[in-house]
C-alpha cells in the first residue's frame, strides 16, 4: 500500500504570496492532519480533517487553511505569506477508529522557504 | 505549546550499546506514540502505547509508560548507526482525536 504522499516536496515563496500544500493520505485513510516543524517552535499541530470537516485547529493565525476532499485528499493553504512561516510542513493520515487517538503516517514533508 | 518533554535532548552512543530516552507529559492521555524523523524528513510511526498499557515491545525498541508520573521512555536496544536520528514523543489530548502534541526530541547519534 502506498504511504502518504506530498506535493511540492520543496517550495521557495516570496513574502506576501500565498502557498498550496497537498496531501494523498494512505488508501482508506479517512483522518488527514497538518503539523509545522521549525527549529524553533517544534512540532506543531495546525488542523486535522475527517471527512470533508474540520475537527481540530491548533493555535494558528487564520492565514492557516485547509480542507479535505470526498477522496480523502487534503490542502492546506497558507495566505500573505511571513518569513516565519519557513518551516517543513507535515502530513499525516489515520483511519480513525472510535474516539481514541489512532496511529498517525506522516507523509515527507513539504519544504517552504519564504524568502 | 509543547506537552511532552524529551531527555535527554541529544545522546552519543557506540554501536551496539543501548540507547534510553524519557518523555514527561502534562496531562491526562489516552495514549503514547514515538516517532523517529531522520535529518529534516517526515517522521516514522516506532510504536504506541495506551494509557492502560505499561510496557510494549517491537524488535530492539522496548517503550515503558508510568501515567502516575505521566513519563514514558523508549529503550533501543543494541544500538545500530542506521539509528542515528531524531526521536519524539507525541501525547493526544483526550477525546480530541487525532490532534498530537509533539515533545522537542532526542537526537540520538550511533558511532560505527
Known amino acids: 500500500k502506498a504511504g502518504v504522499t506530498q506535493t511540492p516536496r520543496y517550495l521557495i515563496k516570496t513574502r506576501g504570496q500565498q502557498v498550496t500544500l497537498s496531501c494523498s493520505p494512505i488508501?482508506?485513510?479517512?483522518?488527514v492532519s497538518w503539523y509545522q516543524q521549525t527549529p524553533g517552535q517544534g512540532l506543531q499541530f495546525l488542523f486535522e480533517?475527517?471527512?470533508?470537516?474540520?475537527?481540530n485547529k491548533g493555535n494558528f493565525p487564520g492565514r492557516f487553511s485547509g480542507r479535505q476532499f470526498s477522496n480523502s485528499r487534503s490542502e492546506m493553504n497558507v495566505s500573505t505569506l511571513e518569513l516565519g512561516d519557513s518551516a517543513l510542513y507535515l502530513c499525516?493520515?489515520?483511519?480513525?477508529?472510535?474516539?481514541?487517538?489512532?496511529?498517525?503516517?506522516f507523509g515527507p514533508g513539504t519544504r517552504l522557504t519564504v524568502l | 505549546s509543547q506537552q511532552g518533554e524529551e531527555d535527554p535532548q541529544a545522546l552519543s552512543i557506540q554501536e551496539g550499546e543501548n540507547a534510553t530516552m524519557n518523555c514527561s507529559y502534562k496531562?491526562?492521555?489516552?495514549?503514547l506514540q514515538w516517532y523517529r524523523q531522520n535529518s529534516g524528513r517526515g517522521l516514522v510511526h516506532l510504536i504506541l502505547?495506551?494509557?492502560?498499557?505499561r510496557e510494549k515491545h517491537s524488535g530492539r525498541l522496548r517503550v515503558t509508560l508510568d501515567t502516575s508520573k505521566k513519563s514514558s521512555s523508549l529503550l533501543i536496544t543494541a544500538s545500530r548507526a542506521a539509528d542515528t536520528a531524531s526521536y519524539f514523543c507525541?501525547?493526544?489530548?483526550?477525546?480530541?482525536?487525532?490532534?498530537?502534541?509533539f515533545g522537542g526530541g532526542t537526537r540520538l547519534m550511533v558511532k560505527p
Open positions: 499525516a493520515s489515520s483511519w480513525l477508529t472510535g474516539a481514541l487517538t489512532d496511529t498517525q503516517y
Open positions: 502505547i495506551r494509557s492502560n498499557e
Open positions: 496531562t491526562s492521555i489516552n495514549n
Open positions: 488508501s482508506g485513510h479517512r483522518s
Open positions: 480533517y475527517f471527512s470533508e470537516t474540520q475537527r
Open positions: 507525541a501525547t493526544d489530548v483526550n477525546n480530541a482525536g487525532n490532534m498530537l502534541t
